[in-house]
């Protein structure tokens, strides 16, 4: 990176978590899922640099103002027995899209997987997010289109747990 160059990635620190809060009502509103954002500042700052941090963010800042930004965590694959990384979030506010901020990104994440030994990189998105996607396939990705993904989340996963010791 050179000295003129106008992205800077750097990992998120605690004092970062108004601006993850930010960033993810930003993209839950691009999705068109705002509804859904209940995270708070105070539990982003407990799951993500508290005693058990859950996943790791890099913010990509242009000309030093946030820009954009990444979350991901460790995953596993069994079939490689190697680790992998998840990427839950990437995200670049509408104006300063088309800066290559979003490439600058996965590149990055994508260095980081191979210099950690992981095997491969995964991500969703949304299927009708198509500059996302356009993105992701002149970058090498691939669709897996044979696998449909699950979810467990609220009520439903509390009756789940909650079966396990039926009384």
Known sequence: MSQTDPITLRFARRADCGTLLRFIQALADYEKLLHEVVATEAQLEESLFGTYPGAEVLIAEWLGKPAGF???????STFLARPGIYLEDLFVYPRFRGRGIGKRLLRNIAAIAVERGCGRLDWSVLDWNQPAIDLYLSLGARALTDWTQYRLAGE???QLAAAQNPS
């Open 70 to 76: 990444a979350l991901f965590f460790s995953n596993y």
């Open 156 to 158: 439903s996963l509390v």
